[in-house]
């Protein structure tokens, strides 16, 4: 039986940044469910927001305020439960959505067929403050400031709006290897001026996480989640669990270039269907 694709996105992102990719997996007859993940989906959007009024921006109350690392969690199992009714589940995280993936399948192994991590976080040994302070796996800084102190308002606020060329300019090298600035700024459209402040600190359960086949998709290129700790990640999660080591899949693109130009992803993950589809 075919699974069904239940996609995670990163940080700021709802499941509108996989509507590539979801065109690609329909393409080769996969079933694919994007997740917008509590309080996403209008997030900090605002008429202030919306007439670039900053100032007004900066002080209004976030919807993000209060939302947990643990409300992501539980609104994605009881997807996972509602889907799983109709055949198996591939569980695929992005970025930031890795630490949902991981929290799920430590806490509903038996509902997932395989998770699949793409450049995404999968703590084994630490939380994730534990490792930026490994300076090969800090990311470069491409000047995002939020433009108001998170822990007032509850929630990171960004400006996606912003027009200034330096800052488009890092983001593009950041999040891409050859987007074009129309690209980066469609896909900043895309994103929640809002982000939770809690990501979690689970670490992959050998007992349960360790049960799930999982695939990791390296992404070589990447400046957002450089590629020392992508590798890194796979070394100590196959220390862990020698027995059920990752699947490893590389592309040679930055860090979204698989959402904006999705085939080698949708054909990996595909692949994965191919032996995902005995499973549970």
Known sequence: MQPT?????????????????????????HRSLAVDLPGHGTAGFST??????????AELPSPMAGITHADNVAHV????????????????????????VTS???????????????????CVTGT??????????????????????????????????????????????????????AEIIAFLSTLDPDESRDAGTDLVDRAAW?????????LTEDASMPLALQDHFIEEADALTPDNPFDVHSLPVG??????????LAEILA???????GAR
């Open 128 to 181: 994730a403050a534990d490792y930026l302070a490994t300076p090969a796996f800090r990311p470069p800084d491409v000047g995002l400031i939020p433009v108001s102190d998170p822990k007032r308002l509850g929630a990171v606020r960004m400006n996606w709006r912003t027009t200034d060329p330096a800052h488009l300019t890092a983001l593009n090298h950041a999040w891409t290897t050859d987007g074009a600035d």
């Open 255 to 264: 860090h979204i270039d698989p959402l904006l130009r999705p085939t080698g």
């Open 5 to 29: 694709f239940v996609l995670v996105p990163g940080s700021h992102a709802t499941g509108r940044c996989f509507t590539a990719l979801q065109s690609e997996l329909a393409l080769r007859g």
């Open 77 to 100: 199992i009881d997807l996972i439960r509602r889907v799983r009714e109709h055949g198996p589940v591939v569980l695929v995280g992005h970025s930031r959505g890795g630490f949902t």
């Open 104 to 122: 799920v399948a430590n806490a509903v192994p038996d509902l997932l067929a395989r998770t699949v991590y793409v450049s995404a976080w999968c």
């Open 271 to 277: 692949g994965t269907a191919d032996y995902s589809e």
């Open 48 to 57: 202030a927001y919306q007439a670039q009024d900053l100032a007004a921006f």
């Open 210 to 218: 360790g049960k799930v086949a999982h695939s990791y998709v390296r």
